[in-house]
């Protein structure tokens, strides 16, 4: 496992996401991943599953102080009050005394950024949280977050594969010591195929869903969350620090498109 340093803070660089995971499914994919030897996991308030995550986490032995947990507030959760009492209320279903990082799911333009920021320093100060951060925040957001807060902030959380563009918000991260984490990482599954990704990957002995993910943690201060259910395939996205890409390879795998990035998020939702 490689790992992205910020802020003097060590977190995997490849960790399981859970989102759209439920019920004993979620806990037999978390359960599995900390077999294979995941120390960084994924949740949400809105994903409805931080009791199965909880339960997989205390049922796997591994030490606390060796996980890397993270989880969100929920959209309606942004209010002072709302932040405190949904926060505990996640501790208590993740069966944890602290998430490591707590991170706002969206911009709310319902209740006041810094009042919502606030209530997480807050946290902070009590010793609940470790680091605080965002999510699918755009370059001025993020900086607004910052300006607000008191504890730095760690991370933004944010869709990033080859076909979606986040250069900019890359180099903002790598300037001032934070975190780009990457979700969807394989294009909503729109990687798999990538005929670039398949070629680069028969010099490595690698599929292009490794490709896809070498290219994103092998770029300074970006971690990636993928998710699977598949035992197999999260071993083999583990697979993926025993190769380096060229600089020519990086450069080519970066392909922004709008529209392939539009038809692998709707692919991923049909029923069939």
Not at 154 to 183: E, K, R
Not at 252 to 271: C, D, E, N
Request: aromatic share 6%; glycine share 6%.
């Amino acid at each position: 496992m490689e790992y992205v340093t910020v802020q003097d803070t060590e977190i995997p660089a490849l960790g399981i996401g859970t989102w759209r995971m439920e019920g004993a499914t979620c806990r037999r994919a978390v359960a599995t991943a900390l077999e294979l030897g995941y120390r960084h996991v994924d949740t949400a308030q809105a994903y409805g599953n931080e009791r199965q995550v909880g339960a997989a986490i205390a049922e796997s032995g591994v030490d606390r102080d060796e996980l890397f947990l993270t989880t969100k507030l929920g959209s309606s959760n942004r209010d002072h009050d709302s932040v405190v009492e949904s926060t505990r209320a996640s501790l208590r279903k993740l069966e944890t005394d602290y998430v490591d990082l707590l991170l706002i799911h969206q911009p709310n333009t319902g209740t006041p950024l810094e009042e919502t920021i606030g209530a997480m320093d807050e946290l902070v100060d009590d010793g609940l949280v470790d680091h605080i951060g965002v999510s699918n925040f755009g370059l001025s957001r993020l900086h607004a977050a910052r300006e607000h807060a008191d504890a730095s902030i760690l991370t933004d959380q944010v869709q990033y594969h080859p076909f979606w563009d986040q250069s900019t918000l890359v180099d903002y991260c790598q300037i001032n010591d934070l975190m780009l984490t990457a979700y969807s990482p394989l294009a909503h599954g729109g990687a798999v195929n990538d005929d670039l990704l398949a070629e680069i990957g028969t010099r490595y002995d690698k599929t292009p869903a490794q490709v896809a993910l070498r290219w994103l943690v092998q770029q300074d201060n970006v971690s990636t969350i993928p998710k699977s259910t598949s035992p197999a395939h999260l071993e083999a996205n583990l697979q993926v620090f025993d190769f380096e890409l060229t600089d020519e390879e990086l450069r080519a795998i970066r392909r922004p498109s709008i529209s392939r990035t539009a038809s692998s998020f709707l692919r991923a939702r049909l029923p069939f």
